[in-house]
C-alpha cells in the first residue's frame, strides 16, 4: 500500500502547470506602492464620476487604518508570510486596449493567450449559447455577443463601460452587497479595483446564454482586483461562470477579488467558478493568493442564489463564497470541490445568513488534498431571531491521496430561532488500493483509475455545472492528478 | 494458454502461495477448491497483479509471454479477467461509464476502434439482458449499495462486456439464489469456446453442473494437494476436506 501510495504522491507533486507561460504585449502600468495618487490616478485613468472616486478614497483610508493595526485577517487555516502592499503594481492593462468593439482590434497575442487557455472568442461568439468577458490584468479585453444580449436587454459590459452607460444601476448597487468596510481585503479592493464584469438582467428575461468572463495575470509584480456585479431583476435568471489562470512567476501575486450577486424578487442566479492561478513550484514557490470576497444577496421573496466552485489552483486560496437570506422562501445554495497538493493551501466554505421566513440553503463541499496539500472547509449557518422555519442542510466530505496532507473540516452554526431545522454530515476518506486496483483489472492504467475515481467522488457538485464547464472541470482534475508517466 | 509454475506469493511478508503449479489450456476449465484460508483468492489475485501480493519465486506464461512482468492493466487488456469474490464500490462512478472507459482502453491497446457511448450504450444493454440484470443498475455507482447477487451478477456483466480469453472467477456463485446461479453459470457456459479458459474457484459442487469442469484441483497451505476430474469435486462435497487429504495420505 505505502509504496504504490508514495507513487501517486509523488506523481501528484511532480505535476506541472500548464498554464504557466506569459504573454509578450505592451502593458501600460503604474509603478509599484499604494497612495492616495495611485487611487487618484486609477479612477481619472477610468475617467469615473466624483462619487466613485469618492467612495474608492473612503475605502482607501478604511484599508490604511486596517493595515496601521495590522488587522490582516489571522482566523484563516492558511500561513504565509505577510503581503508587501507597496511592493504590487495596482494597474497594468495591455495598451491601447482600453474598450474596444470588434475582435479585430485586440491584440493578436492577447487573443492567442486566450486560446492556448482553449477559450477560443471567436469561436464562443459565432457558436454556443456563451458570452465571453476577458479580463487580462486589469481591463476587460472583450465582451462578445453583446447584440444577442441587447436584443433581450441584458446588459453584459465591464464594470468601467457601465459605471459609464449605466451609472444609475452602478450607483445603486455597487458596495451594496460587499461594503468596503466589510474586511480587510473588500477595502483594498473598493479603493483601487481596475475592472470586472457587470450584469444586469431585466425583468422576467431568462437570460439566453451562459454569461463567461475569463481572468488572466499577466503582468509582473502585477495585484489583480476584480469587481464584479451582478444584479437579476424581478422574475429574472442569469447562469454566469468565471475561469481563472496565472503565469508561472517565483514571487507570489495577490488576486483580491469582489463579486456581488443581487436577486430581487423570484430571480435565480447560479455563479460558478472553475479557478486554477498558478499555484507555486513543488517546493512552495511562487503562486498566487487567492484572497476573495463573494457575497450574492437573495433580496427578494423566493429568490435564488447558487454558487459552484471548483478551486485547483492558486497557493492559498481564502473564499467563502455566501448568501444573505433576505427575502421570505428564499433559496442559496454552495457547492465546491478545492483540490490542494503541493504545498497549496485552501481555506473555503461558505456563509449561510437566514434572515426571511421559510429561508433555505444547501452546502455540498468535496475536498481532495494530495501531497502536503492543505485542505479546511469553514462554514457558517447563522439563523436570525426572525427566521421562522429556516432549512439548512450540510455535507463535506474530504478524500485524502497520500499520509502528507491534510484535510479539517470547522462548522460553525449559530440558530437563534428555535424552528430551525440544521444539518450537518461529514466524512473523510482515502483513495483506497482496493479501488485502484479494481479499476486495473478492467484495462485502467494507475493514472486513469486515480482520475475515475476522483471524479466519481466530485460528481455531486460537477453535474451542477452548465455542461461544457463539467467536462472542463473534469479534464481540469485529471490535468491536475495526473503523474508525467509514472 | 496459462503456464503457472511453482508459484511463490507473500502477503504482508507471509508465505501464502508455497509452490502453485498448474497449467490451463485453451477450451478448458478448471475447478479450484479448498479450504478457507489455503490461499485460493491470493493466487487469483498474484496473477492478476494485484499490489501488495508479492511474488517471489516461479513463474506464470500467459501465451507464452511472462505474465509477472506486466502491470495489471496490461494482463487486464491482453484478456486475464478476474471476477472479484468481493467486488469494490467507487462511489460516484456511474457502471457504464466505468466500464466503457476500460472497454476502450483495452480496444485501444489493441489498434481497435473506441466505441461512443451511443454504440457502448447498445452493447451493455444487449449484455445485461442476456444475464436478466436490471438496466438500472448499469446506470448507478460501481456496486455502490449492490446486493450481494447483484454485485456478482455485475461481475459476469463486466466479463461479458470485455470478452476475455482467460476468466479467473473467484466464487461467483457464493450468494447466489438458485435462479441467478443457473443464470449467470449458462450465461459464462455460453461464452465459453474452443478460444478460451476458465478457471472457477469454488466452494460448491452445484455450479459445475453448468460449467463442466475438464479438471479440479484441491488446494491446501498454498499448494495444489490433488488434481483430478470432476469426481474429485464430488469427493469433496461428500467427505470433507480433512478426511480427503488423509484417504490421499498427505
Ligand atoms: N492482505 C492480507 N494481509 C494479511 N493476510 C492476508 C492478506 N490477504 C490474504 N491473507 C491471508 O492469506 C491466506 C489466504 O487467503 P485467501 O484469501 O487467498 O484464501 P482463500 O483460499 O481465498 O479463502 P476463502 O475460501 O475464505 O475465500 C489467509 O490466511 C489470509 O488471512
Ligand atoms: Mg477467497
Known sequence: ?486 | MLEVRGLRAEVNGVEILKGVDLSVGAGETHAIMGPNGSGKSTLAFALAGRPGYEVTGGEALFDGEDLLALPPEERARKGLFLSFQHPVEIPGVRMDRFLRAGYNETRKSKGEAELDPLQFDRLIRGKAKSFRMDPALIKRSVNEGFSGGEKKRNEALQMAALEPRLRILDEIDSGLDVDALREIAEGVAEMSGPDTATILVTHYERILAYLEPTHVHVLMDGRVARSGGRELAREVEERGYDRLTAGAGV
Open chain 1, 1 to 486: 500500500m505505502t509504496t504504490a501510495t508514495n507513487r501517486a504522491v509523488r506523481e501528484l507533486a511532480e505535476q506541472s502547470y500548464q498554464y504557466g507561460w506569459t504573454t509578450d504585449v505592451e502593458e501600460e502600468s503604474v509603478p509599484p506602492g499604494l497612495n492616495e495618487d495611485i487611487v487618484r490616478w486609477i479612477s481619472a485613468r477610468k475617467g469615473e464620476p466624483e462619487w466613485l472616486l469618492e467612495w474608492r478614497l473612503r475605502a482607501f483610508r478604511h484599508f490604511m487604518t486596517l493595515l496601521d493595526d495590522a488587522r490582516l485577517p489571522a482566523w484563516a487555516n492558511v500561513s504565509h508570510p505577510p503581503v508587501d502592499f507597496q511592493a504590487i503594481r495596482y494597474y497594468a492593462a495591455p495598451k491601447a486596449a482600453a474598450e474596444l468593439s470588434s475582435l479585430d482590434e485586440v491584440d493578436s497575442e492577447i487573443l492567442r493567450t486566450y486560446e492556448k487557455l482553449g477559450i477560443p472568442l471567436e469561436e464562443q461568439k459565432r457558436l454556443s449559447g456563451v458570452a465571453v468577458d476577458a479580463i487580462f490584468d486589469s481591463v476587460s479585453v472583450m465582451t462578445t455577443a453583446k447584440e444577442t444580449l441587447a436584443k433581450y436587454g441584458v446588459i453584459f459590459s465591464s464594470v468601467s463601460a457601465a459605471v459609464q452607460e449605466h451609472p444609475d444601476l452602478v450607483r445603486k448597487y455597487l458596495g451594496s452587497v460587499v461594503p468596503y468596510s466589510d474586511n480587510f481585503y473588500a477595502a483594498l479592493n473598493a479603493a483601487v479595483f481596475s475592472d470586472g464584469s457587470f450584469v444586469y438582467i431585466p425583468p422576467g428575461v431568462r437570460c439566453p446564454l451562459e454569461l463567461s468572463t475569463y481572468f488572466r495575470i499577466n503582468a509582473q509584480e502585477s495585484g489583480q482586483f476584480e469587481r464584479t456585479l451582478i444584479i437579476a431583476d424581478k422574475g429574472a435568471y442569469a447562469s454566469y461562470l468565471e475561469g481563472c489562470s496565472a503565469p508561472m512567476r517565483d514571487e507570489n501575486q495577490l488576486h483580491a477579488a469582489v463579486v456581488e450577486l443581487v436577486a430581487l424578487d423570484d430571480a435565480e442566479i447560479k455563479y460558478a467558478t472553475i479557478q486554477n492561478w498558478y499555484p507555486g513550484d513543488e517546493n512552495g514557490k511562487g503562486g498566487i493568493y487567492n484572497f476573495v470576497t463573494k457575497r450574492g444577496k437573495c433580496a427578494g421573496a423566493r429568490s435564488r442564489i447558487s454558487w459552484t466552485q471548483v478551486e485547483t489552483g492558486s497557493a492559498i486560496t481564502w473564499k467563502y463564497p455566501s448568501v444573505i437570506l433576505q427575502g421570505d422562501g428564499s433559496t442559496g445554495e454552495f457547492y465546491s470541490v478545492a483540490l490542494t497538493k503541493g504545498r497549496q493551501q485552501a481555506d473555503t466554505g461558505t456563509k449561510m445568513t437566514h434572515i426571511g421566513k421559510n429561508t433555505s440553503s444547501r452546502i455540498i463541499s468535496k475536498g481532495i488534498s494530495a501531497g502536503r496539500g492543505n485542505n479546511t472547509y469553514r462554514g457558517l449557518v447563522k439563523v436570525l431571531p426572525n427566521a421562522e422555519n429556516a432549512v439548512n442542510y450540510t455535507q463535506c466530505d474530504s478524500l485524502l491521496i497520500g499520509d502528507q496532507c491534510g484535510a479539517h473540516t470547522v462548522p460553525y452554526i449559530e440558530a437563534q430561532n428555535r424552528s430551525a431545522s440544521v444539518e450537518h454530515e461529514a466524512s473523510t476518506t482515502r483513495v483506497s488500493e482496493d479501488q485502484i486496483f479494481y479499476c486495473q483489472q478492467r484495462g485502467l492504467t494507475r493514472e486513469a483509475a486515480q482520475s475515475v475515481i476522483v471524479n466519481g467522488f466530485v460528481r455531486e457538485v460537477v453535474k451542477r455545472l452548465p455542461l461544457e464547464f463539467s467536462v472542463e472541470a473534469d479534464r481540469l482534475l485529471e490535468v491536475n492528478l495526473e503523474g508525467t508517466v509514472g
